[in-house]
């Protein structure tokens, strides 16, 4: 897929699709400007982990400075529609606008434009771009430093349950099942006899008479162990015959290619959690984690500026 262009590559789009001067909602801004910088199906589709179209993202912040710098004005709450100042600066670059472009042609009084620093900066810096700022947008930094967060707690997370013994493994892997919802309000769940499981790690009843069952096989291995294969799998499906007609094996290692085929075309049901998976759902429901801080995102409140 071609890579999504940055909120700057979006500047010059905007201007140029709102270039007939017609007054524009930012829900019509948006795929106007998507079709103007020639948007793929697939690139619309792609959304940021807070749900918003990443696309849509990288446009906002692409109208906000050019309303912050005159570029674009705003006749009623939510719209926008392009100035004299606005077509100053498409006609002077119609195909790439830059940030900086922006800025050094704003310290020109003749352009219109309205000098703008953002507050996080200095007036002897204001020219000064950063990769970062011409890249990724302050939305973005943080889902980035996120999934940055995420990806060193997963590694962690495996780490200390491969450290674990196996029964310890399996209470948790219950525990996450119950925790995601599987065990209903009146279910329960609960780890099979060491001795004695038949090939079922765990058991969880999701309702009160135990008509409907989870069965579940859950194996830890070395974090470096080669992956599970068919055969394990095969060995899983048998053990669940005559007991149900489906299961979830987790395993903090890997899949092999055999064993993916095998669980999707085996009439069984056969749901397979690896590793990687299963140390972001742990993070997800709250299992074996904390929350140590809460991001609270704000915007502006325009019902209270109308």
């Known amino acids: 897929m071609i890579a999504m262009p940055t909120w700057e590559e979006f500047i010059a789009p905007t201007l140029r699709a709102m270039s007939d001067g017609v007054t524009r909602t930012r829900r019509e801004i948006h795929p106007a400007v998507a079709d103007e910088a020639s948007l793929s199906e697939g690139q619309r589709l792609i959304a940021l982990a807070s749900g918003q179209l990443h696309y849509a993202n990288r446009i906002g912040w692409g109208l906000s400075l050019l309303a ?56 002897s810096d204001a020219n000064v771009s950063s990769p970062l700022e011409t890249s990724l947008t302050p939305m973005e930094l943080i889902d980035a430093g996120m999934e940055q967060i995420v990806e060193e707690l997963s590694a962690d997370l495996l780490g200390r349950l491969v450290d674990k013994d196996p029964y310890f493994f399996e209470e948790a892997v219950v525990e996450l099942l119950m925790g995601m919802g599987y065990g209903g309000e009146l279910g329960k769940g609960w780890v099979t006899q060491k001795s004695n499981d038949g090939g079922i790690d765990g058991v969880i009843d999701q309702d009160l008479l135990g008509l409907n069952k989870v069965y579940i096989q859950a194996k830890r291995y070395g974090l470096d162990s080669s992956p599970v294969g068919r055969p394990e799998i095969q060995s899983f499906v048998g053990a669940l015959s005559g007991k149900a007609d489906s299961g979830v094996f987790i395993t903090t290692a890997r899949f092999s290619a055999g064993a993916i085929e095998y669980a999707a075309n085996v009439p069984t049901r056969v749901i397979l959690v690896d590793g990687a998976q299963l140390a972001r759902l742990m993070i997800r429901f709250h299992v074996g984690v904390q929350e140590t801080r809460a991001l609270s995102m704000v915007e502006i409140d325009e019902d209270f500026f109308s």
């Open 68 to 123: 912050k710098t005159g570029a674009l004005a705003r006749p009623t709450r939510g719209s926008y529609v392009i100035t004299d100042a606005g077509r100053h600066l498409l006609a002077a670059s119609p195909d790439t606008i830059t940030q900086r472009q922006v800025r050094e042609l704003a310290e020109d009084p003749s352009s219109g434009l309205t000098p703008y620093v953002p507050a996080a900066r200095s007036v």
